[in-house]
């Protein structure tokens, strides 16, 4: 039987890669009759009929309980935020920054670690579908624990020539002097918007350069670099 990779318990759901919530902002009218088209680096033209297609769901599986009761604060996070960012992106992509207190009035503090753990979900089922296992239970236990993880960061794009809905592959980089990963990569995408998140092992050369956003550090704004 496969085990959830997050708490280990039996597992018997597929996680979405991409958020029903945001597929459905951008195809409002799929269905049956009126398709869409997914490609990826394995095929082209996949035909996705619903929301809800297996074809947009992990095959890292996990519980009910870490799909449902654990992860639904992130899960909400995002989709607020995620709304705010469609309704909004003129404004943002003019200023170049997210208030995130306009999103989560009262709660932006854990509203925005929230937020960092619906990506870390979605982060350990890709390293799950890619064999890169050493960072799963460094993830997990920060899943497990609500807390930030303090080497994953998201930097957000406005992406003005670029509208694409979905996820990259994932990007992986050992160092066999660290032997470990140093780098792992890969991207969000909702329309002209993107986001990268990015694993940085602590001694990784590059930390000090890096300068995405993290809910300890960034809990008042979101950057928006523009593409």
């Not at 160092?175 to 986001?195: E, H, M, P, R, T």
């Amino acid at each position: 039987m496969e085990r959830c990779w997050i708490c280990k318990s039996p597992a018997n759901t597929g996680e979405h890669l991409t958020k029903a919530s945001d597929f459905q902002l951008f195809f409002p009218n799929v269905s049956q009759k009126s398709p869409v088209y997914l490609h990826n680096h394995n095929e082209t033209n996949r035909l996705i009929r619903s929301k809800k297609s297996k074809f947009l769901k992990s095959k890292a599986l996990i519980c009910n309980r870490c799909n449902s009761s654990l992860s639904q604060p992130w899960d909400f996070a995002w989709e607020k935020l995620s709304k705010f960012i469609f309704d909004n992106q003129k404004e943002i992509s003019k200023v170049g920054k997210i208030k995130l207190k306009k999103v989560f009035p009262g709660r932006s503090r854990s509203s925005a670690i929230d937020v960092q753990l619906y990506f870390l979900k979605l982060f350990g089922c890709l390293v799950c579908e890619t064999g890169a296992t050493g960072l799963l239970n460094d993830f997990s236990q920060h899943l497990l624990d609500r807390k930030a993880h303090p080497n994953v960061e998201l930097f957000f794009y406005h992406t003005k020539d670029w509208f694409s809905v979905g996820i990259s592959d994932l990007e992986v980089t050992y160092d066999k002097a660290l032997g470990c990963v140093a780098l792992a990569q890969w991207i969000y995408s909702v329309g002209n918007f993107s986001i990268k998140v990015c694993y940085l092992h602590p001694e990784n050369e590059h930390l000090a350069r890096r300068r995405g956003w993290h809910p300890k550090r960034d809990h008042g704004e979101i950057k928006v670099f523009e593409l």
